[in-house]
T-cell receptor
């Protein structure tokens, strides 16, 4: 069974701090990884994706991928209360749009 | 990014009736669409892969006769929940492949409540 695992949280951080969200995956064939943000009752919205080892930065967000350790993370700098949501990690195998989602980590940014 | 439209956003139906949910790719053609189900405080669980012009591929444990999928065109896939029961109440979300890398785009989701 291919799995993507996340700590369900909640992860609480003060406003302005760095939030660090982690994800591990079991399928070594996974090629691409995605971080989605989901507000309660809403559909997931893409934050960023990564498919190469190392870091990828986009504004306040940095995704990190370590294929040897089968580990993906998302850092959110200068966290804002509006960042409070559930963050879903997903992995795919090459050439497909079939996503395997983790259970999500609930983030709370405290004002 | 590309737009995927899902309709309806929410629906309430009586137990035993059937409900159809539509998923449309508005500005691109999608040979493959995916249907997910999400129960409260749980992650998205893939139900099936919808392939244009052929039968859908269902994940283990998903009843194909209960969740009918039709993907008759490159821009439309439908999910019909047949003989719905209260335990089918959930958030159903579709996704379709984008045009860059393997990024997929999600519909707005449909909240189904069976009473």
């Amino acid at each position: 069974q291919k799995e993507v695992e996340q700590n369900s949280g909640p992860l609480s951080v003060p406003e302005g701090a760095i939030a660090s969200l982690n994800c591990t995956y079991s399928d070594r064939g996974s090629q691409s990884f995605f971080w989605y943000r989901q507000y309660s009752g809403k559909s997931p919205e893409l934050i960023m994706f990564i498919y190469s080892n190392g870091d990828k930065e986009d504004g306040r967000f940095t995704a990190q991928l370590n294929k040897a350790s089968q580990y993906v993370s998302l850092l959110i700098r200068d966290s804002q209360p509006s960042d409070s949501a559930t963050y879903l990690c997903a992995g795919t195998t090459s050439g497909t749009y079939k996503y395997i989602f983790g259970t999500g980590t609930r983030l709370k940014v405290l004002a | 990014g590309a737009v995927v439209s899902q309709h309806p956003s929410w629906v309430i139906c009586k137990s035993g009736t059937s409900v159809k949910i539509e998923c449309r790719s508005l500005d691109f053609q999608a040979t493959t669409m995916f249907w997910y189900r999400q129960f409260p405080k749980q992650s998205l669980m893939l139900m099936a892969t919808s392939n244009e012009g052929s039968k859908a591929t269902y994940e283990q444990g998903v009843e194909k006769d209960k969740f009918l999928i039709n993907h008759a065109s490159l821009t439309l896939s439908t999910l019909t929940v047949t003989s719905a029961h209260p335990e089918d109440s959930s958030f159903y979300i579709c996704s379709a492949g984008g045009q860059t890398n393997t990024e997929a785009f999600f519909g707005q989701g449909t909240r189904l409540t069976v009473v």
